[in-house]
């Protein structure tokens, strides 16, 4: 059971199913309540047990995701990751390879039904874009200069977007939706970059062409550190757009409680120097994608109700 657990990582599957929830939950329907309030009428939205498939869905895509992963490195977490690889280990490839099937066909057709029944039959591409993407990414791309980085980055910002795009009506809080897909974007980009350089020795053997391969850790350092400057600098700018003139909650200590941990980071990307060391970066990166996650319920509470 441990090893099934390592396998799917299943704390990132958590985290993924948690934020499509805070993204309905504290985004989407109090933009439909609000509308309601003024209309009378609660706009057309998907029903919980559908909202409950699309999560479903995105898992089970992304579990096998982590699985065909896992098979195709088999030999550079030889390396990277001594005696602690599951698939050809613990379990065997072949159990490892019927999970990834049906994992991944499940969630396309699931997939495929949510589209259909939300009138929207267009965006099942998303679930068969997803699933084909972390194949070729496994397989292909992750041994591309910055190509598996952007694969990947671009499925987190669509694992928040698509429910908004799944959801029957538009609705006035896609906007917030979009600026909290983005920075999944671009906190994801940072950390794979990061994982790239605590994994240099596997992927060297593995010839693997990241980033830290082709043009060396402490430019590859340099590249995460503007990186880190140009998140939290949208980060500012997005604060001060919304939140400069609210009489909620002072400005500048909202910025100072969103930067701080920013600057955490950039303290532990500038220092670091052994392997552990962007481990604990990569770990910490995760840290502030989950704080972001949870910044939707006090962004409900003291600014959309």
């Known amino acids: 059971m441990l090893a099934l657990f390592k396998l799917l990582r299943i704390p990132n599957l958590i985290l993924l199913g948690l934020s499509q929830v805070l993204v309905r939950f504290f985004l989407i329907l109090p933009a439909f309540e609000a509308e309601m309030h003024f209309t009378g009428e609660m706009p057309e939205h998907m029903s919980l047990f559908n909202f409950a498939l699309l999560v479903l869905s995105t898992v089970f895509i992304a579990a096998g995701g982590y699985i065909i992963n896992d098979i195709q490195d088999i030999e550079i977490d030889k390396i990277n990751k001594p005696g602690s690889n599951v698939a050809g280990n613990q379990i065997s490839i072949s159990i490892c390879r019927k999970l990834y099937s049906i994992l991944t066909i499940t969630g396309i057709i699931t997939g495929i039904y949510i589209a259909w029944v939300?009138?929207?039959?267009?965006?099942a591409g998303i679930h068969i874009f997803a699933a084909l993407s972390l194949y070729v990414y496994a397989t292909y791309f992750k041994k591309?200069?910055?190509?598996?980085?952007?694969?990947?980055?671009?499925?987190?910002f669509l694992a928040l977007f698509m429910v908004g795009l799944f959801e029957p009506e538009f609705y006035r809080n896609i906007g917030i939706l979009f600026v909290y897909s983005i920075f999944a974007f671009g906190l994801t980009f940072l950390r794979?970059?990061?994982?790239?350089?605590?994994d240099t020795e596997g992927d060297t053997a593995g010839q693997c062409k990241s980033l830290a391969n082709t043009i060396g850790i402490r430019n590859t350092k340099a590249v995460l550190l503007i990186m880190?400057?140009?998140?939290?600098?949208?980060?500012?700018?997005?604060?001060?757009?919304y939140f400069y003139t609210n009489?909620?909650?002072?400005?500048?200590?909202l910025l100072g409680m969103c930067l701080i941990p920013?600057?955490?980071l950039f303290s532990l990307i500038y220092s670091a120097s052994e392997k552990k060391d962007y481990y604990y970066a990569s770990l910490y990166t995760k840290f502030l994608m989950f704080a972001g996650v949870l910044s939707m319920i006090?962004?409900?509470y003291y600014f959309l109700t």
């Not at 939300?118 to 965006?123: D, F, L, Q, R």
């Not at 794979?192 to 605590?198: A, G, L, P, Q, R």
């Not at 880190?228 to 757009?241: A, P, Q, R, W």
């Open 118 to 123: 939300s009138g929207k039959p267009a965006m």
């Open 144 to 156: 591309k200069l910055l190509s598996g980085n952007l694969i990947i980055s671009s499925l987190a």
């Open 192 to 198: 794979e970059v990061v994982k790239d350089i605590e």
């Open 228 to 241: 880190t400057l140009l998140i939290s600098s949208g980060l500012t700018y997005v604060l001060h757009k």
């Open 247 to 253: 009489s909620v909650v002072s400005f500048w200590l």
């Open 262 to 264: 920013f600057a955490g």
């Open 298 to 300: 006090p962004l409900y």
